[in-house]
């Protein structure tokens, strides 16, 4: 019988666990994945970006624990050696129309309380020579990653702390009784006074698998990615982002300096027609359905079907793709960019088409349920993890609301 049991050996996961066992030291915790490796999907598939919360609505989790999370993960990345760069990044205005944006933008990160510099055309290219604005700001907070090295260590601080971390161990079966869990896995069953749903792309399944109710829905958007040669990473000095749409839920594509040296450009996002499918041709007859026969999807691809067009045209079209990127950096050329690995986003979306727009935890009598925590939910981990900490296990009497 263990005393927390954590289904997801993701960042978000792993971060509720040390939270955890920082909290309670003397309690018995398990972490159950489903890979044989920790780390293998939203964690180890993105752009390794510490946020700094500029984009999020004011008042709502996902601003608090992206500015609390960014702190966090920069303290943890300092005192446990793990390699990072608070680089900071630009917003970039590249046409007159982007203006008005910037500025409502620039209101939003003061309420938010981060320290954001407003640039000229010429200021901007004394951060990024090679970039194409009007103007824009400058996030000098902004940092980047690599958050499986992070999850690596978080690992080796839970073992050392005594847990036990199971891989390989794919849930079938969640059991609520009136004093403990029970978890059905491939490989073992295990007993649990109180369970933590972090599963990411699977985390809607295992809602319902623990008797779970809801109008939300995962649905996975693949974000695909290039990345310049080696000879054009000179191109980028930090982090370059275009002023978002906000009729349009991403925030379209941008350039990432990596910890390893290289640049990232992307992601786009398009509806992917599998949980885990990272090539196009990827695809699982019941993630597929699953997608199509829920009405909410259609309510939002028809509110976004320009830009939904444009996404998928950059998916198969690479000069469209390399077009995106020239309006941020018009030196970079076809032959500067090559295809790396995707991601896969696990996004909730609501009946109503509309996608959810906050961190999203639901409680049960004996379980608490992680349902939607894409971006920043790496650079927030930490904090998501001593949010879920605080709450056990009085969480029948609260409910974390949706935004």
């Known amino acids: 019988m263990y005393d927390y049991t954590i289904i997801g050996a993701g960042i978000v996961g792993l971060s509720t666990a040390y939270a955890l066992q920082n909290k309670h030291p003397h309690a018995s915790i398990a972490i159950v994945e489903k890979e044989t490796e920790i780390a293998a999907h939203q964690t180890g598939r993105n752009s390794g970006v510490i946020h700094s919360g ?33 680089c900071g990044k630009v917003l970039v205005a590249t046409e007159p129309g982007e203006l008005p944006r910037m500025e409502a933008l620039y209101e939003r990160v003061g309420q938010n309380g981060l320290n954001v510099t407003r640039l000229s055309k010429e200021e901007l290219h004394d951060v990024e020579p090679y970039v194409n604005g009007l103007a824009g700001l400058k996030v000098p907070s902004t940092g980047i990653v690599d ?13 050392k702390g005594g847990a036990d971390i199971f891989l390989g161990s794919a ?9 403990e869990v029970v978890i059905e896995t491939t490989a073992r069953t295990i007993y649990a006074r109180y369970m933590v749903n972090c599963a990411g792309l699977f985390s809607d399944r295992i809602t319902a698998m623990s008797g779970i109710h809801t109008d ?15 000879e054009k990473s000179h191109l980028v000095k930090g982090l370059i982002y275009p002023v978002p749409n906000p009729d349009f839920p991403f925030l379209g594509v941008h350039l990432t300096k990596m910890m390893d040296g290289g640049v990232h450009a992307g992601p786009n996002a398009v509806l992917s027609l599998k949980r885990e499918g990272y090539r196009k041709v990827d695809m699982q007859w019941k993630d597929m359905k699953e ?20 996404e998928m045209i950059r998916s198969f079209h690479k000069e469209s793709f390399v077009k995106s990127l020239q309006r941020l950096v018009p030196d970079i050329k076809a032959d500067d960019v090559v295809p790396t690995d995707a991601g896969v986003r696990a996004q909730a979306m609501l009946k109503n088409g509309k996608l959810v727009d906050d961190f999203y935890i639901i409680p049960g009598k004996r379980t608490v349920h992680v349902c939607n925590a894409p971006s920043p939910a790496a ?15 009085a969480l029948e009497r609260e409910r974390v609301s949706m935004s």
């Open 54 to 86: 500029v984009y999020y609505k004011p008042g709502s989790l996902k601003a608090r624990m992206a500015v609390q999370g960014r702190n966090s993960m920069v303290q943890f990345c300092e005192e446990n050696e793990v390699p990072h760069d608070v």
């Open 147 to 159: 958050y499986k090295k992070v999850s690596r260590k978080l690992m080796e601080l839970l073992k």
């Open 171 to 179: 849930v079938q079966e969640i059991v609520e009784k009136q004093d």
């Open 216 to 230: 939300v829905k995962i649905v996975p958007f693949r974000g695909e990615y290039f990345e310049l040669v080696p």
């Open 291 to 310: 997608v199509l026969t829920f009405p909410g999807f259609w309510k939002l691809a028809g509110a976004n079907m320009k830009e939904g067009m444009k």
């Open 379 to 393: 650079t927030a981990s930490l904090e998501i993890g001593k949010e879920i900490a605080r709450k056990l296990p």
